[in-house]
Structure formats: structure tokens, C-alpha cells
């Protein structure tokens, strides 16, 4: 089993949903998250092109944020998701340092924290919060081994791209385009 979500870089609409949705399903702090939009243009006037992308942990199959961690609090789950030992973690940012993803912060409680996939959720068999609140429908979750799996199907067929390839990290989240 392999979790990886995939992005549909042109349904996208940079609404927020997925983000709040996180913040709520995760009690993130006010001022935090684990997942945001980016908004990234390209080209010179006239002709620009514009890219909307929910970004995320890359739940990474070469995670340096797990190899970095003094502790083991950043570890592999199941199915290839990176998580944080919360008790475990003392907080020493060598893995924020490490992600090309910049997908990890400073919890004020003294942690690390990062996105779970909904680890929480997927263990009973649903989607991740990001996924059921998208209006338009452009994240796909699932198992990667499991050829019949929306994220596995979504990235069948269409060009995709990942972010930051030459870290040699192995991501497992996929931007449509």
C-alpha cells in the first residue's frame, strides 16, 4: 500500500477550502497550517500562463526528514505516510531544515507538526478533509498500488509533474497539468 494525493492544477480555483478544512480537522493554532494554495505565474505580459496548487506534505518515499530526526518522532507509517510522534518530537527543527517542501512548522506547543493525510480518517476508510471539502473536486487520494484508486486513475492518464524532482526525495503528492 501507497498513500499519494494528486492535484488537478486546472480545476483548481485557490478557494481555501482544503486549508480550512485541514485547520479544522487537525485543531492546527490560528496562524498556522499544514496545507496552503500557491499561486504561481509564468511568462511576460501578454502571454502569461497562472498555475493554482494546494500544497501539502509530500509524504515523501526518501523522506530526509525522517533520516535527519534525532528521535524517531518523524517516522513512516503504513502505507507511506510521514507523521510526527507529538511526545516524541523536542522540537529541534532539523527536519524543517531538511524538507525541500517547506511543509513542516513550529507547533506553539513545542513540536513539529506537519499533514497526516488524515491518517486519523484514512485508518477508517475515509478521505482526507482537504479531499471532501474541495468544491471542484481536484484533489485525489488514495493507494497507489490499487489501480483502481481515484489518485492512481487521476494520474493514469494525465501529464503530472512533481515538485522539487532533482531533491531525489520521491514525493508522493502529483500536480496534474
Known sequence: MRYAMAIDT????????????CQTEN????????????????????????????????????????????????????????????????????????????????????????CTFCLHRVQKGQNTACVDVCPTKCLYFGDLDDPNSDVSLAIKDRAWKVLAPEAGTKPQLFFLT
Open 10 to 21: 486546472k480545476k483548481c480555483v485557490g478557494c481555501g477550502d482544503c486549508v480550512v478544512a
Open 27 to 114: 485543531n492546527v493554532p490560528h496562524g498556522y497550517c499544514r496545507d496552503w494554495i500557491v499561486e504561481r505565474v509564468d511568462g511576460t505580459y501578454p502571454s502569461l500562463s497562472l498555475e493554482l496548487r494546494s500544497e501539502r506534505c509530500n509524504h515523501c518515499d526518501n523522506s530526509p526528514c525522517v533520516r535527519c530526526c534525532p528521535t524517531g518522532a518523524s517516522h513512516i507509517e503504513e502505507g507511506g505516510i510521514v507523521t510526527v510522534t507529538h511526545h516524541k518530537c523536542i522540537g529541534c527543527g532539523a527536519c524543517i531544515q531538511s524538507c525541500p517542501y517547506d511543509a513542516r512548522y513550529s507547533h506553539p506547543d513545542g513540536y513539529v507538526d506537519k
